[in-house]
């Protein structure tokens, strides 16, 4: 797909500083994991579509061309920032049905069934994807909802050919013996694995989707696609009602809103802690004056770390969703005084402690999907939706041609238990009926002077927050463009367990040892997240975008 990009895109340059392609363009850009499906959304900008319009057919094809991760059958957040107008984000997280309770996934000794979070019937969530993007649409968009999920349809229907990537996917679930429907997920018509580079085509997907195109939210929450999710949960041990279905709604909120000197970043309120926890680290990280943190350095490295370990003791301790935590203390938590009593504690010599040195494992992954757009107008969408983990719950029913989510593991799955392997057990994201489980997915946009500067987000569990709050703070104090941002050495933290993650080979020796001097535990890991941005210039009026180079089918469509 590069290499496409690269004959598509005459303007493509190699920025100097990184392997990752950047983009140009002057009009309209999508950067997604998949350049069918940001294809999809700059056609749709071509023929006349806003940023919402082009959203949500990115969106659709996305749930095509990329289903580990794109998707009808989970959830996700959106930010949108139009140009003259105020901004406003979109949840669609999925919920617990109603039949779900804080011992779901405890046996009758209040232990932890195994893995029951991540891999049964039971870890679904009531999807949100459909609802999301059709209250965008009814509010923001422009274009005739069917118009806009055309793309979705054709490339489902007519296929298109199968990158190695996914390619690669087909042989790994076809041996998993995780589902029936997963492992004949990728045959062809004629029942055969679909090859590298064939056509392929999902009939079942294409009908959902042309149900959807016709009758809105109702396709998907109501009639045959309803009865026929309801049927798959009766026949194996689910919980999803019809009542579940047509109960759920995605909710416009208000945003996260916080300053970085001169910038103004948007992003998601609870149910996810994107936006709160990077809120918070970057007030601690405008105290820091720049000259005493090079980049890359043990000083910068030692501060990340002590903002992070802070920004995810809170976020661990108050967040969880709204609607089930009325007095979450947002505003405090965001506030520049409590940054400031903050900053003032941190050593700047020595690391703190996170109550534990136990070793544990980062959740990380690209098992999410972030994708970025601008249109001609200069309003920005900035979407991350998911099926929590790779391929989700891996359960399906062949009839509707979509994977469903396991996000039900993103609940804290035992009330009360926090431990030093980075399990959190805190009231505000225990189970209950129609809740929302906090996410960390975190969508952003970026101004300053009320001009459009960046859309970013990426994958990544926990390590999102972490892997964004980097990409932005490149961009904004250390003057990186969109792909140097992006491809820049990243670390992660997230308070328990107490160690820091680094990308292999991206901090040097000298610094690794004096940050241990320091006190911290380093432990090398692979590339931390799966960004995908876009960055205006207003000087020359120029968009550019890049997708993360570990991204083998994404890419960045401009016109
Ligand atoms: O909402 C969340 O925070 C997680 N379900 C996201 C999962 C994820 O990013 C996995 N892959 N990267």
Redesign the pocket.
Known sequence: MKMIRYFLFPFLIFSSATICAQTYARQGMVVSDNTLASKAGVDIMKAGGNAIDASIATAFALAVTHPA?GNIGG??FMVYVPKNDTATTIDF?EKAPLAASSTLFLDKDGKLLANKNHESTLAIGVPGTVAGLYLAHQKYGSMPWRRVLQPAIDLAREGFPLTWALFKDSERLRQSAASDFIASYFLNSSGKPTQFEELWKQPALAQTLEIIAQQGKDGFYKGVVAEKIVEFMQENQGIITKEDLIKYEAVERLPIVTTFKDYTIYSMPPP???GVTMAAMLNLFELVDVNDVPFNSAAYVHMLIESMRRGFADRAEFLGDPDFNPDMPVARLISKERAAQRFAAIDIKKASVSDSSAYGHP??????THFSVVDPSGNAVSI?Y?L???YGSKLGSKELGFIF?N?M??FNPVPGMTNSTGMIGSDPNTIAPEKR?????NPVVITKDDTLHMVMG???????INTVFQTVLNSMLYDMDVAESIEAPKIHHQWLPDVTYYEKNKLSPDTIEKLKRMGHKMRPVGQLG?LMGIQYNPQNNILSGAADSSSPDGGAVGF
């Open positions: 991760a959830g996700g997280r996810s802690s994107g959740y990380d992954g690209k098992n999410t991350t998911t929590e983990q790779s989510n996000e593991g993103d489980m906090l996410s960390s997915m990426s994958p990544g569990g926990r390590t999102i799966r």
